[in-house]
């Protein structure tokens, strides 16, 4: 979709659709509809008092111009309460409003900048990512693909001063958006395709249009740095693992060295502790983590932050076979520590632990944030709205939560208690990989504490974001794309960007 800034009042905006917000429980029309009641003969509030059309978040109305106006078409959408309206309601009504226009058969949307109480560049930048992430679709293995996209939509607004501001804000939308949809489409292709090889090609792809530094060691090279947990995951399948190793450097002094690790595993079949039919269907969502940290890196060289930028993706597949691990195995992580492997399914935790290993050793990075679909736990807690997140340093688990908060991704902190650490005790190693039922995530969270050391890192278990089962707000059922904008906002303010 082609976004543009037009410095031009609403009703004198071409286009297929015109788009126009609408507030709940306001007796005056904005500005905008006062105009075009001007232009229609009163046409405007007539139909939406015939249809009881009352601005609730995501209504959506409308009605033909007959070439009163240069719009075609006039869609009206509810934006809530005038003080409740945020960026994350700019967002949703700007995503219900390019659906509605796309049934339409819409090819060109102009709609005007909403959200009045934001800054423009926080307006321009929620109604770009609602364009984007509200249409996106997955048809690639579909015969029959919907042929009705939206080709453009032009932002206008009647404040030409504030147009740069605009036009940035609609860059940063469209950057944000189109990484989030990058990584949902990696997760929404198949583990028969995405294997660890796949996603190091995709590295590559990415290394190679970015100009980025890329590492990838195959399992020779990971035995020699003595990735024993990671290794003994992937030991149990045809798949060759792939350790994959992205770095962005900046032109500029760099401000910071952050490391960001995804879970890798293309699928979860729990190995020989096999996972039930139900509980497998969905498990090529495992890699969701190293998705969100592809659909990242994929957009950092046109975002230029002063930060030098490490991902790390542990890459493998958990499978059953003749040559995959045992529960009761003993496994040595590349740190020393070693893990009794209490079951095989708790694979993510023995991946990271490598991953989180080499990043502390080899990059020495200033902080590390791990994105992991690592728990069941974690989606009975929380559900599938909202991410959990652990830490061994608030402050910067504060940052990411308050990047989440305006990225419109919900997250809650999540306690890693220490008296909860016995619980992971084992008796034949340092460390069993599994404790009991009860506060499954939290056990996960401190058994990749050990492997952070004193680096200030923050865990976020994205078990239950990472997917959708149904249609939400700003997507379709499938990959969610979660934790890529959270990760981008807060990047952008560690660089000093407002
Ligand atoms: N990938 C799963 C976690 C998961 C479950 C993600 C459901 C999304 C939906 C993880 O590897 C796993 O199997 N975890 C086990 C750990 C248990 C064996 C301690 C779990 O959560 O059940
Ligand atoms: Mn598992
Ligand atoms: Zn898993």
Request: aromatic share 4%; charged share 25%.
């Amino acid at each position: 979709m082609k976004l543009s800034a037009v410095a031009a009042p609403a009703i004198k905006a071409e286009g297929d659709v015109l788009v126009v917000g609408h507030y709940a429980e306001e007796r005056r029309p904005t500005p905008t509809l006062a105009a075009l009641d001007k232009a229609l003969d009163g046409m405007a509030t007539a139909v939406l008092k015939a249809e009881r059309f009352e601005g609730k978040p995501n209504h959506v109305s409308h009605f033909y111009t007959a070439g009163r106006i240069p719009a075609k078409r006039v869609l009206v959408v509810g934006l809530g309460k005038r003080a409740d309206l945020d960026m994350e309601g700019v967002r949703r009504a700007t995503a219900s409003a390019l659906r509605r226009a796309r049934e339409l058969g819409a090819k060109i949307v102009s709609a005007e900048l909403m959200g009045e109480r934001l800054t423009p560049r926080a307006r321009a930048q929620a109604m770009a990512e609602g364009a984007i992430l509200g249409t996106y679709a997955f048809e690639r293995h579909k015969k029959e693909k919907s042929n009705r996209i939206v080709d453009e939509l032009r932002v206008v607004d009647a404040d030409r001063r504030r147009r740069s501001q605009v036009q940035e804000g609609l860059s940063r939308g469209e950057v944000f958006a189109a990484a989030a949809c990058y990584a949902r489409d990696l997760v929404n292709e198949p583990a028969n395709l995405v294997t660890p090889g796949y996603l190091a090609k995709a590295a590559g792809d990415i290394a190679r249009e970015g100009k980025l530094k890329l590492t990838v060691y195959d399992r020779a090279e990971c035995q020699k740095l003595g990735m024993g947990a990671y290794l003994g995951v992937a030991q149990g399948s045809q798949e060759p693992p792939k350790f994959i190793h992205l770095t962005y450097t900046p032109r500029q002094r760099s401000r910071k060295r952050v490391a960001i690790i995804g879970k890798g595993i293309t699928f979860d079949a729990g190995g020989l502790d096999l996972k039930t039919a139900e509980g497998m269907v969905r498990m090529k969502d495992d890699m969701s983590g190293a998705a969100a940290v592809l659909g990242i890196f994929r957009s950092l060289p046109s975002l230029g932050l002063p930060l030098e930028i490490h991902g790390v993706i542990a890459a493998a597949e958990n499978m059953p076979s003749g040559s995959a691990q045992r529960p009761g195995d003993i496994v040595r992580a590349m740190n020393g520590t070693t893990i009794e492997i209490g079951n095989t399914d708790a694979e993510g935790r023995l991946t990271l632990a490598d991953a989180l290993a080499y990043a502390v050793k080899v990059v020495k990075p200033d902080e590390i944030i791990d994105l992991a679909t690592l728990t069941h736990a974690c989606v009975i807690a929380l559900g599938n709205l909202c991410s959990g997140v652990m830490w061994n340093n608030k402050p910067l688990a504060d940052r990411i939560l308050a990047a989440a908060e305006s990225a419109g991704e919900k997250m809650w902190p999540l306690p890693l208690l220490e008296e909860y650490k016995e619980l992971l005790k084992s008796d034949v190693a340092d460390l069993n990989n599994v404790g009991p039922r009860g506060g499954g995530a939290l056990t996960a969270g401190l058994f990749l504490k050990e492997f952070a050391g004193a680096v200030p890192w923050v865990h976020i278990d994205i078990a239950g974001t990472a997917f959708t089962e149904k249609d939400l707000p700003l997507g379709p059922k499938g990959g969610t794309g979660a934790g890529v904008r959270t990760m981008l906002t807060y990047l952008h303010t560690l660089a000093g960007r407002k």
